[in-house]
C-alpha cells in the first residue's frame, strides 16, 4: 500500500466549495485525500492557517477560491493571491516543498476542474512522503507564529 | 454522390393512393410490427422514407413493396395514422407503373377515368368485333357446336394471339423489374446457376401464396388464396378445355366440375372483397383506389356473366346465352388486355418475380462481405 | 466550556446515497466516543420528518446544546437543520454540518477510504461545534421598491405582476425599447397567436402605470447594501448617474441569438439567401418573403440545431427551435402555397402542451422532414444553373442512409439561444454566479429556481437557461412571488455572521479600511478605532484574515473555530503511529 | 392614425375545430356593421388562400387594415401580411381576432367575447389591452388542491408570505408523485431530499392547514370570495395522539396493495404511506378495514392495541366549508396505464415494469431497499397461489431494455408528449449502470428530447456511461425461452432488433388524474382535448382559467418536469399573493363596449404617436 496523503484544503463557499459540491452532484470520482474546511472567501485564509494545518499534520494544502474577477466579494481572492505569495516565501524558509501548497480556482461550474485539482495535488504529494517537521519549522512554532493563536492547549485529541 | 431529393415524388404518389405517408415520423413501429421484415429487407418504414424525401431511384429499385402482402397490422399500431401498408400498396401500384414501358400503366393509375374510358371504348370495341364476327358467319341462335354464333375453335384462336400479346407485354415489363431490382445492382454478382437453383420459387410462390399466410392474420389469405387457385383453374379450362366448356347442354363434369368450383371461388372472393371495401371491414380494405374498384367490378361482371352464358346455355336459352357471351367478352378483353400488363392483375405476375429475385438477392449478397450484421448494436458514443 | 459541551452527532444514510459508500454505523461509533459528544444516531433520511424530530427530541430529552449533521452539503439542508434546532429552543447557530455526500460518498468509491474521511469530517464538525458561539438574527427592513432589469418579456411580466400587487417597480432597459427578443417575433408557437399583441399590451400597461418607472438606454453599474435595501445606480446613455434605493432585484436579461457566421459549412453571410430565423421572422412580419434578388423562393429549408447541440458551439439544446421551425413551416406555406419546404432538424423536440399536434399538423402539409446526426452540419452550396435552385443543401440523412441534395432557394438557420456578452459584467455587479455557458446559476434547480446565493436578486426566463414565453412567464412570476413575500413580511432577516473589531485590539491602522470590498468598515476619528457596520458586511472575513493585531473576529467563522476544524481534520492521522 | 380606418374584416374557419358550434355569421353580421369596416368575407375553410386574389381586394376597397378572425387565424397572418405589402399597405396592420384561446379556457357568453375580440382588431388595439378588469375585494385566504410538490410549492410560498392556506389532499400523504421518486434527473439529487424538508415545512407551518384523505365537492361564490365545500373521509385515527409506533400496523390482519409503491408491495388496512409521511399519522383504509367492512362486527383489533387510544373505528365522514378568496388547482397526473398495449405484454409479463414501479425498485426506502432485482416466482400461502414478487436476494438482470413513448405521441392512446419520459428514461439507464455496472441498458426511443438545462449534457454522460441508445420505438416484446425478447427496428441503422433482456421498463407517460373532469366541473374551468386544465392565455397567462381566481399549477395544466412544474407553482404564487397584498382580485373579462374600445384604441393612438 502506497502512502496516502492527507491535504487540507480551504474552499471559499461561493465558487470552489459550490464546485466541489457539483463534483458530487456529477459524481466525478476523485481521490479521497482532501479535507475540505469551508471559509466565506478564500481572502479569509489567515496564513497561520496553513502553518497550523502543516503543524498537525496536513501533508498537504490546498486553497481555492473564485477565478480572479470573479470573486463574490468583489476582490477577495486578489487579496488571497498578494497573500500567498507571501506564505510560499514563508514556507521556503520553513524548509517545507512547495508543492505541498498550492492556490487554485475553481469556480462553481468546474466540478470537473475540482477533482483533477484533488487528484493532480494528490499524485504530486505521494512520492514526496509524509511531511515532517523540519527544524525551521520547529523554531516558527517555538517562536510563537503558532502558538499565539493555538486556543486552550488543554484540548485532546480523540 | 449525393442523390437530389424531389419533393414532388410525393405529390406523384399521392395519385396512386399515398394520402397519409406524410404523416409518418419515423418511430419504426411499423417495420418491428411486420413478421416479414427481417434481416436482409425491413420494411415498409425505409421504403416510406425514400418516398418522402422523393428518392425515386432508390424506390423504384426496390422489391420490398412487394413483399408485403398487406396484412394491415402495421396501419393498425400505427401511432401516427401514417397508414404503412396502404403506403406499400401504392407503391405497388406506382412500381407497376414504373415497370411498364408504354406509359399506360402510369396514365391508368394517375387518372382513373382514363382507365375507365379505355375499358369502356374496349369493351364497345370488343362487343362490336364480335357481332359482327358472329352475324357474319354463324347463327345467333346457335351456342355451341356447328354454326354457332362464336364458335369455340375461332375463339379458342382469339385467346392465344391475346395471351400472346400479354405475354410479350408482362414479359417485357417483367424483364424491366428484374433490371431495376437485380440487373443494374452493382453491390452484387449473381450467377447463372443461382438463377436456376432459385427458379422453384416463381410456380411455388404463384400456387401457394405462402409467405401471405405468415402474416398474423390468415382469413384475407385463404381468400386470395382461393381466387387465385379460381382464377387459374378457370384460366386453364379457358386456354386449353375451351372447347369442351362450351360444350353442351348436357353437364360435362370433368370439365364443368372444375368450371363451376372456379366459378363459385371467384364470384364468392370477389363478392366478399367488394363488399369488405364497402364496409372497410378489414384494415387493408380501408383505402380504396379507383383501380381496385375498376378490377373488382371487371372480374366480378366476367365471372358471372360467364356463369350465367353458361347456365342460359343449359337452360336452351340460345339467343340469350350468345348475348351474354358477347358481353362477356366484352369484360374479358379489357381486363385481360388493359388489367394485367398495365393495372392491378400485373401483380400475379411481379409478386412471384419479386420472391424469386429476392432470394438470389438475398443468397448473392451473402458472398459480399457484409458489414456488422450483428444484433446488438455499436455503442453510439458520438 | 468546552468540557462541559453536550453534542448530538446525527449521520443521515441518505437512502442510500451515502450508505452506499460510507459505514455510517462505523462513523457513528467512531464519533461517539468522542469528548463532548453525548449521542450520536445514524438514520435514513435526517432531514426527514421523523429524522428532524428525532433531534428535536434528543435535544430536549438529553438536554443537548450543539449539535452535529453529518449528511448532505450545507448549502443544501443547513436551513433545515438550523429550522429544526430552533424549533427545539436552541440557537440556530449551535449547528455545525459535515458535508459527507457531495464531497464524499458520491466522489469516493473506496469504502475504506470514504469512512475514513466521514469520520474526519465529523470529527472537525464536532470540534469546532464546540466553539460555537450563539448569535442573534437581526433585521432590517425591506424597501417595497423593486429594481427590474431587462424590458423583454420576463421583466414586463416581473413589472407587471409587480405594479399590479401595487408594488413600486424601476425597471432599466439597456436598449431603446422594451419587448426584448419577443418584439421581433411575429406570431407565437404553437397556436400562431400574436405575440406583438401580448407584448402591446404588457408594454402599453407598464408604460401607462404610475408604478412602473421605465428607464430606456439604461444599464445598472452598481449594487451596493443587502436584500431590502440595495442601492442601485443606473447609469443612461449619457453617462448620467443616480442611485435609486430597492429591496429586490428580478435579473430578466434574456439571450442573444447564436451568430450563424461561426459554422462555415451553413453558409451564412457567404451565400446571400441563407438567413438567420430572426431574418425570416421579419421577412413574415413585413410580408416580403423574397430572396435577396427579389423573387418569391420554390424551396425554403429550415436547418435545426444552428449552434445548438454540439459540443464545439453549445451542448445544450436551445429548447424554441423546434417548434419555431415548425411554425415557420405554416408561416411560408400561407404565404407560398406553392413553396416545398423541407426541415433539416436532429430530434424533434415538440414537447409542450400543443406542440406534438403542430409536428403533425406540419407533417400534413408535406413538409419533408430529413434527420442529420447531431454536430453533422449539412453543408451548404450554391447551385448550378442546370439544377433550377439557388442552393443545394447536402444532408447526411441518417433515416435512410442516404447522402441527399435538398434544392433550396432560401435556407432558415435556427439559431439557438446564447449567453448574452454583457452577461459576466450583470454577473460582477448584483454578484451571482454564471455557467461554464454563461447561463446564470439559480440556487438550486428544483427547491429555488429563481433564487441567487445572492439574497434578495432573484433571476427569471431566459438568461437562467433557454425558455420558451410559457415557461419564461412562469418564471418571472416566480420571481414576483419571492419579491412579493418579502414585501408582505415587510422585513428581512440579516445575516448573524459578520465581522466584529475588538475595540480593545484594534491599533486603528486602518488597513482593513481599504480592504473592505463593501466599505463596511469605518474609521472613528474620535475613538481612533475602526468599527464594523453590521448590516453593510457580507461576512468574507478578509479583515480578518489582514488584520495585523488579529483585532476583528468573524462571528460563526473565528480563527479559534477554523482552527478547531483543521485539528480535527488531521486528529486522527495525527493520532497514528507513523 | 386617423380615426377613418378603411376596415375589412376576414373570417377564416379553417383549423375551426377548436370553435365548436360557433356562429361565423352572427360576428359577421356585427363586424359589418362596425363604422371602419368596408368590407367583410367569409373565406370559408379553405386552407390555402392566393396573396393575389387577396391583394385585389385589398386595392379594390382600399384597405388599410385588416382582421382576420378565426379559431387561429394565425395560420392565415402571413398570406394577407404578403398581400398588404404588395398591395402597398401597412404590413402592421393585419390584425388577428383569434376566438380559440377564450374558446378553449371557456367563457360564459362565447359569442359576446368573439364580438368583442372582433371589434377590438378592428379598432387596432389587442383585446386584452382593452377589456380593463375590475376589481372585486378579495378573501385572503387560499385554498390549494393538491399536495404534490405543485401544491407544496404554492402554498409555501403563500404561507411565508404570512397568508393562509388550507391545503386539500386527496390520499393520505402530501408529497404527491415525487416522493416515490429516487433521484431526480439531471443533478441525480435525491427526490427525497429536496422534497421532504419541504413537506416537513407544510407540515410544522402555522398558516398551512392539511386537509388529508379529502376532496373538493363543490364550490360556489364569486371571485375573490369562494365558498368551497371538502368532504374528508372518516378520521379513525386521531392525528393529535398518533405517535406513530406502528403498533396498530402489526395486529391489522388486512393486506392490501400498497398505493404508494406502486402495488409491488402490500401494506395493511391501517397504515402510513411511508414513514416520513405528511400528516405523519397513521390512517385507516376504510374500504378494506375488516371492522368498517363488516358495519363493527370484527376485528378492530387495532384499537385494542393502540397505546394512546388514538382509533376510533366507528367515525365517519365529515365536511368542512371554507371561505377562500383564491383556488389553486395543482391535482397533477396519474400515469398511462400500460396495460392497455398488450403487445408490451404488462400485466402478463412479471418482468415488465413501468417506471413509477421502476422508482419504487430502485429507491432506497423502497420495498427491495434500492437493490435492482427481477422478479421471482413464491408461493404465497395466504392466497395458495404462486406470485412473482421482488426478492431483495433475488437475481439482478443483466440486460434492461427501456421503452420510451408508452401511450404517448401515439393517435391510439394518447397524442401528446409528456415531456418527462425520456429524461426519466435516461436516469433509470444511469442508475441500472450505476448498480448494475455489468447489466446492459437498452433504450428505445422516438426523439431524445432532452431540452431543459443540462439535460442535453446528461444523455451526452450516459451514452458515454455505454448505454446503448436506439432510434426506433419497440414494437413487441415475445416471450421465448425463459427470456423476453423485445423486437423494435433501428431505424438509424436499419435493422430489426431482437434483444433477450431480463427486465422492460416502460416509460408510461402522463395523463391527468382521475377525476380531473368531475373538479373541472365544479370549479367551473375547463380541460382541454387532451384532458388537462386549459390556461386562460398559453403564452402571456399560463397559469390563470377563466375564473378569476381560480389558478392552474403544475402537471395538471400539461405535463411538466419538476423545475417547470415548481417555477409555474411559484407563478401561481405570485398571482395569488398579488391579488391578497393589493387586497383585491381582477376578474377577467369577457367583453368589452365599443365605447370602451375606441376611448382605449384613442389612447393607444396618442401614445405610439
Same mark, same amino acid.
Given at each position: ?8 484544503? /480551504? ?32 481572502? !479569509?485564509?489567515?496564513?497561520? /492557517?496553513?502553518?497550523?494545518? /502543516? ?44 508543492? !505541498? ?11 470537473? !476542474? ?16 509524509? /511531511? ?27 | ?382 | ?578 | ?21 360557433? *356562429? ?83 367563457? *360564459? ?57 388550507? =391545503? ?9 408523485? =415525487? ?84 402495488? &409491488? ?9 411511508? #414513514? ?18 363488516? *358495519? ?10 393502540? #397505546?394512546?387510544?388514538?382509533? *376510533? ?89 427501456? &421503452? ?18 425520456? =429524461? ?12 448494475? #455496472? ?9 426523439? =431524445? ?79 382541454? #382535448? ?80
Amino acid at each position: 500500500m502506497g502512502f496516502e496523503p492527507t491535504i487540507v484544503g /480551504f474552499l471559499c463557499n461561493w465558487c470552489s466549495y459550490t464546485g466541489a459540491d457539483l463534483a458530487g452532484t456529477a459524481r466525478i470520482k476523485h481521490r479521497p485525500n482532501l479535507r475540505v474546511i469551508r471559509v466565506m472567501c478564500s481572502g !479569509r485564509v489567515d496564513p497561520t /492557517f496553513v502553518v497550523k494545518a /502543516f503543524a498537525s499534520g496536513a501533508d498537504g494544502v490546498l486553497i481555492c477560491g473564485c477565478h480572479p474577477g470573479d470573486c463574490h466579494y468583489l476582490e477577495g481572492n486578489y487579496k488571497t493571491l498578494r497573500r500567498f505569495e507571501l506564505l510560499k516565501r514563508l514556507m521556503l524558509a520553513y524548509g517545507i516543498d512547495e508543492r !505541498r501548497l498550492r492556490l487554485d480556482w475553481v469556480s462553481a461550474s468546474e466540478g470537473e !476542474r475540482f477533482a483533477r485539482l484533488v487528484d493532480e495535488m494528490t499524485e504530486k504529494i505521494q512520492p514526496l512522503g509524509p /511531511f515532517e517537521l523540519g527544524p525551521a519549522f520547529q523554531n516558527g512554532t517555538d517562536l510563537g507564529l503558532v502558538e499565539g493563536i493555538t486556543p486552550t492547549p488543554e484540548v485532546s485529541h480523540g | 454522390m449525393a442523390i437530389r431529393a424531389n419533393p414532388h415524388l410525393i405529390d406523384e404518389l399521392e395519385l396512386y393512393g399515398a394520402q397519409d405517408v406524410v404523416k409518418c415520423y419515423h418511430c419504426g413501429n411499423c417495420s418491428a410490427t411486420c413478421p416479414f421484415s427481417g434481416d436482409s429487407y425491413v420494411f415498409p418504414r425505409k421504403s416510406m422514407r425514400y418516398l418522402q424525401l422523393g428518392l425515386e431511384s432508390c424506390l423504384r429499385d426496390t422489391l420490398e413493396p412487394w413483399l408485403c402482402y398487406y396484412c394491415g397490422e402495421c396501419s393498425d399500431e400505427c401511432p401516427r395514422g401514417a397508414e404503412p401498408g396502404e403506403t406499400m400498396m401504392s407503391m405497388r401500384r406506382w412500381l407497376t407503373a414504373r415497370y411498364d414501358f408504354t406509359g399506360i400503366s402510369a396514365l391508368f393509375y394517375r387518372s382513373p377515368k382514363a382507365e375507365l374510358l379505355a375499358i369502356v371504348l374496349l369493351a364497345l370495341l370488343t362487343g362490336l368485333g364480335f357481332v359482327l364476327f358472329g352475324l357474319s358467319q354463324g347463327d345467333l341462335a346457335v351456342y355451341s357446336g356447328d354454326g354457332a354464333f362464336l364458335p369455340a375453335e375461332k375463339v379458342h384462336l382469339f385467346d392465344w394471339t391475346m395471351a400472346g400479346v400479354l405475354v410479350l407485354l408482362l414479359g417485357i415489363n417483367c424483364i424491366r423489374m428484374w433490371w431495376f431490382t437485380i440487373g443494374s445492382d452493382r453491390s452484387i454478382r449473381v450467377t447463372p446457376l443461382l438463377y436456376l437453383k432459385q427458379l422453384f420459387q416463381v410456380p411455388l410462390h404463384f400456387m401457394t401464396q405462402k409467405r401471405y399466410r405468415d402474416c398474423d392474420r390468415q382469413r384475407p389469405w385463404a381468400i386470395h388464396l382461393v381466387l387465385m387457385l379460381s382464377y387459374l383453374t378457370m384460366l386453364i379450362l379457358i386456354m386449353f378445355f375451351l372447347h369442351r366448356v362450351q360444350h353442351g347442354p348436357g353437364i360435362d363434369w370433368w370439365v364443368h366440375g372444375f368450371g363451376y368450383a372456379a366459378a363459385l371461388g371467384l364470384i364468392g372472393t370477389t363478392i366478399y372483397a367488394l363488399r369488405g371495401r364497402l364496409k372497410q371491414s378489414e384494415p387493408h380494405y380501408k383505402h380504396s383506389h379507383e383501380t381496385d374498384w375498376i378490377f373488382l367490378v371487371l372480374l366480378l361482371l366476367v365471372s358471372v356473366t360467364g356463369v350465367a352464358q353458361h347456365a342460359l346455355h343449359r337452360g336452351g336459352f340460345e339467343v340469350a346465352a350468345n348475348l351474354v357471351y358477347v358481353v362477356h367478352m366484352m369484360g374479358v378483353v379489357p381486363m385481360l388486355l388493359l388489367e394485367v400488363p398495365f393495372s392491378k392483375w400485373s401483380h400475379m405476375a411481379y409478386r412471384p418475380l419479386a420472391m424469386y429475385f429476392s432470394a438470389i438477392h438475398e443468397r448473392a449478397s451473402l458472398n459480399v462481405p457484409a458489414d456488422d450484421q450483428s444484433k446488438t448494436p455499436a455503442p453510439q458514443v458520438a | 466550556m468546552k468540557d462541559k459541551c453536550r453534542i448530538g452527532v446525527y449521520i443521515c444514510n441518505c437512502g442510500t446515497n451515502i450508505a452506499r459508500v460510507v459505514d455510517c454505523e462505523q462513523v457513528c461509533q467512531e464519533v461517539g466516543t468522542l469528548p463532548g459528544v453525548a449521542v450520536a444516531r445514524a438514520y435514513k433520511y435526517m432531514c426527514s420528518n421523523p429524522g428532524q424530530e428525532m433531534i428535536i427530541h434528543d435535544i430536549k430529552e438529553q438536554m443537548l446544546d450543539r449539535v452535529v449533521v453529518a449528511a448532505c452539503s450545507p448549502r443544501m439542508h443547513e436551513p433545515t437543520f438550523r429550522k429544526a434546532l430552533e424549533a427545539s429552543g436552541l440557537n440556530p447557530f449551535m449547528l455545525e454540518m459535515a458535508n459527507i455526500r457531495e464531497q464524499c460518498s458520491w466522489v469516493h468509491d473506496d469504502p475504506q477510504s470514504a469512512t475514513r474521511k466521514a469520520i474526519d469530517l465529523t470529527h472537525a464538525a464536532i470540534r469546532r461545534v464546540q466553539l460555537h458561539e450563539p448569535l442573534e438574527k437581526q433585521e432590517a427592513p425591506y424597501t417595497p421598491t423593486t429594481l427590474v432589469l431587462g424590458g423583454g418579456i420576463a421583466g414586463l411580466t416581473v413589472a407587471m405582476e409587480l405594479a399590479e400587487a401595487g408594488q413600486q417597480v424601476i425597471l432599466v432597459e439597456r436598449e431603446d425599447r422594451l419587448g426584448g427578443n419577443v418584439g421581433r417575433v411575429d406570431l407565437t408557437a404553437p397556436y400562431l397567436d400574436s405575440a406583438r399583441d401580448i407584448l402591446t399590451e404588457k408594454i402599453v400597461r407598464a408604460e401607462a402605470s404610475p408604478r412602473v418607472e421605465v428607464l430606456l438606454n439604461t444599464r445598472l453599474t452598481e449594487l451596493k447594501g443587502f436584500v431590502g435595501n440595495f442601492t442601485a445606480t443606473v447609469e443612461d446613455d449619457t453617462g448620467l448617474a443616480g442611485d435609486r434605493a430597492v429591496g429586490g432585484v428580478v435579473v430578466c436579461t434574456g439571450y442573444r441569438p447564436f451568430d450563424a457566421g461561426r459554422i462555415g459549412s451553413l453558409g451564412y453571410g457567404r451565400l446571400p439567401d441563407v438567413i438567420t430565423s430572426f431574418e425570416l421572422e421579419q421577412q413574415l412580419r413585413t410580408g416580403k418573403l423574397k430572396t435577396r434578388d427579389g423573387k418569391t423562393p420554390r424551396y425554403v429549408s429550415i436547418v435545426h440545431c444552428v449552434g445548438s447541440r454540439n459540443a464545439r458551439y453549445h451542448t445544450y439544446c436551445s429548447r424554441v427551435c423546434c417548434m419555431t421551425a415548425l411554425k415557420y413551416g405554416h408561416e411560408i406555406k400561407s404565404a407560398i402555397p406553392e413553396a416545398m419546404i423541407t426541415d433539416v432538424y436532429v430530434d424533434m423536440l415538440s414537447f409542450g402542451k400543443g406542440g406534438e399536434d403542430l409536428y403533425r399538423r406540419t407533417s400534413e402539409l408535406k413538409t419533408m422532414f430529413l434527420m442529420y446526426e447531431k454536430e453533422d452540419y449539412p453543408k451548404v452550396r450554391s447551385a448550378e444553373p442546370e439544377d433550377d435552385c439557388g442552393m443545394l443543401l447536402q444532408v447526411r440523412e441518417k433515416l435512410s442512409g442516404v447522402t441527399i441534395d435538398v434544392p433550396a432557394d432560401m435556407i432558415v438557420l435556427m439559431v439557438g439561444m446564447e449567453a448574452r456578452h454583457d452577461g459576466d459584467e450583470v454577473a460582477r455587479v448584483v454578484g451571482i454566479s454564471q455557467d461554464a455557458e454563461g447561463w446564470f446559476i439559480e440556487s438550486h434547480p428544483k427547491l429555488a429556481p429563481v433564487s441567487t446565493p445572492t439574497d434578495g436578486v432573484f433571476i427569471a426566463g431566459a438568461c437562467q437557461s433557454p425558455k420558451d414565453i410559457p415557461d419564461t412567464v412562469a418564471q418571472a412570476r416566480a420571481a414576483s412571488a419571492m419579491i412579493l413575500a418579502y414585501i408582505a413580511q415587510g422585513k428581512v432577516e440579516v445575516d448573524a455572521r459578520f465581522a466584529e473589531v475588538d475595540e480593545d485590539r484594534c491599533s486603528g491602522c486602518r488597513m482593513c479600511n481599504e480592504l473592505c470590498p463593501y466599505t463596511a468598515i469605518i474609521y472613528d476619528d474620535e475613538t481612533g478605532r475602526s468599527a464594523v457596520q453590521s448590516a453593510l458586511c457580507k461576512a468574507c472575513g478578509t479583515c480578518v484574515a489582514a488584520c495585523p493585531s488579529g483585532a476583528i473576529k468573524a462571528r460563526h467563522f473565528t480563527d479559534e473555530q477554523i482552527i478547531e476544524q483543521i485539528e480535527g481534520v488531521l486528529a486522527w492521522g495525527s493520532n497514528q503511529p507513523s | 392614425m386617423s380615426s377613418t380606418n378603411r376596415v375589412g374584416v376576414f373570417f377564416c374557419r379553417a383549423g375551426a375545430g377548436r370553435l365548436p358550434g360557433f *356562429d361565423f355569421a352572427e360576428v359577421a353580421d356585427f363586424a359589418e356593421r362596425l363604422p371602419e369596416v368596408i368590407t367583410v368575407e367569409d373565406l370559408g375553410d379553405q386552407p390555402n388562400l392566393a396573396a393575389q386574389d387577396l391583394v385585389s381586394t385589398i386595392q379594390r376597397h382600399a384597405l388599410d387594415r385588416i382582421v382576420i378572425g378565426g379559431g387561429s387565424p394565425g395560420y392565415f397572418k402571413p398570406v394577407f401580411t404578403r398581400a398588404m405589402a404588395e398591395a402597398g399597405g401597412d404590413p402592421d396592420e393585419v390584425r388577428l381576432a383569434s376566438f380559440g384561446e377564450l374558446f378553449a379556457a371557456g367563457v *360564459d357568453d362565447p359569442m359576446a367575447t368573439a364580438r368583442a375580440i372582433t371589434a377590438c382588431a378592428v379598432n387596432g388595439i389587442p383585446f386584452r389591452l382593452a377589456a380593463t378588469p375590475d376589481r372585486v375585494p378579495v378573501n385572503p385566504e387560499t385554498l390549494v388542491i393538491g399536495g404534490g410538490v405543485a401544491g407544496i410549492e404554492t402554498a409555501l410560498r403563500i404561507a411565508s408570505a404570512g397568508y393562509r392556506v388550507h =391545503m386539500v389532499e386527496r390520499s393520505a400523504t402530501i408529497g404527491g408523485h =415525487m416522493a416515490m421518486f429516487d433521484k431526480t434527473f439531471p443533478t441525480l439529487d435525491c427526490a427525497a431530499c429536496i422534497l421532504t424538508p419541504k413537506m416537513v415545512s407544510v407540515g410544522q407551518h402555522e398558516l398551512i392547514d392539511i386537509l388529508n384523505c379529502s376532496e373538493v365537492t363543490a364550490v360556489s361564490g364569486s371571485p375573490g370570495d369562494y365558498k368551497v365545500t371538502v368532504e374528508r373521509q372518516a378520521q379513525r385515527v386521531d392525528p393529535e395522539s398518533c405517535i406513530a409506533c406502528h403498533a396498530c400496523r402489526d395486529v391489522c390482519p388486512t393486506r392490501v396493495d400498497s398505493e404508494f409503491d406502486e402495488g &409491488i408491495i402490500s401494506r395493511k388496512a391501517i397504515y402510513m404511506a411511508f #414513514p416520513q409521511a405528511i400528516p405523519n399519522t397513521y390512517v385507516v383504509d376504510g374500504d378494506n378495514c375488516r371492522y368498517v367492512r363488516s *358495519d363493527g362486527e370484527k376485528c378492530g383489533a387495532c384499537v385494542k392495541k393502540c #397505546p394512546k387510544d388514538a382509533i *376510533d373505528l366507528d367515525r365517519t365522514k365529515s365536511t368542512k366549508e371554507l371561505q377562500v378568496g383564491n383556488v389553486v388547482v395543482a391535482t397533477g397526473f396519474e400515469t398511462f396505464d400500460a396495460a392497455r398495449i398488450d403487445r408490451y405484454g404488462y400485466g402478463q409479463l412479471p418482468n415488465v415494469l413501468t417506471s413509477l414501479e421502476f422508482e419504487r425498485l430502485t429507491n432506497a426506502s423502497g420495498p427491495t431497499g434500492g437493490k435492482i432485482v427481477t422478479r421471482v416466482p413464491s408461493y404465497n400461502k395466504r392466497k395458495k397461489t404462486e406470485e412473482w414478487v421482488f426478492d431483495p436476494e433475488g437475481p439482478e438482470p443483466d440486460s434492461v431494455a427501456i &421503452i420510451h413513448c408508452v401511450g404517448s405521441r401515439d393517435q391510439n392512446y394518447n397524442p401528446y408528449c409528456s415531456r418527462v419520459c425520456c =429524461m426519466y428514461s435516461l436516469k433509470f439507464a444511469h442508475l441500472v449502470k450505476e448498480k448494475l #455496472p455489468g447489466a446492459t441498458c437498452y433504450q428505445f426511443y422516438i426523439d =431524445m428530447r432532452a431540452f431543459g438545462k443540462g439535460y442535453e449534457e446528461f444523455f451526452e454522460r450516459i451514452k458515454d456511461e455505454g448505454v446503448f441508445v436506439i432510434r426506433g420505438r419497440s414494437a413487441k416484446i415475445d416471450h421465448r425461452y425463459g427470456k423476453m425478447i423485445i423486437k423494435g427496428e433501428d431505424v438509424v441503422h436499419d435493422r430489426i432488433m431482437e434483444i433477450p433482456v431480463d427486465m422492460v421498463l416502460l416509460a408510461v407517460g402522463l395523463e391527468p388524474a382521475h377525476g380531473t373532469n368531475r373538479l373541472a366541473e365544479v370549479l367551473g374551468i375547463h380541460p382541454g #382535448p387532451d384532458g388537462w386544465f386549459t390556461e386562460l392565455n398559453y403564452n402571456s397567462d399560463p397559469t390563470s382559467t377563466n375564473r378569476a381566481g381560480v389558478h392552474v399549477a403544475g402537471v395538471c395544466q400539461g405535463p411538466k418536469d419538476i423545475p417547470d412544474t415548481v417555477a409555474q407553482a411559484s407563478a401561481v404564487a405570485a398571482r395569488v399573493l398579488g391579488s391578497v397584498i393589493s387586497g383585491s382580485i381582477q376578474t377577467q373579462p369577457a367583453t368589452v363596449s365599443l365605447e370602451e374600445i375606441s376611448r382605449q384604441a384613442a389612447r393607444l393612438a396618442d401614445a405610439s404617436v
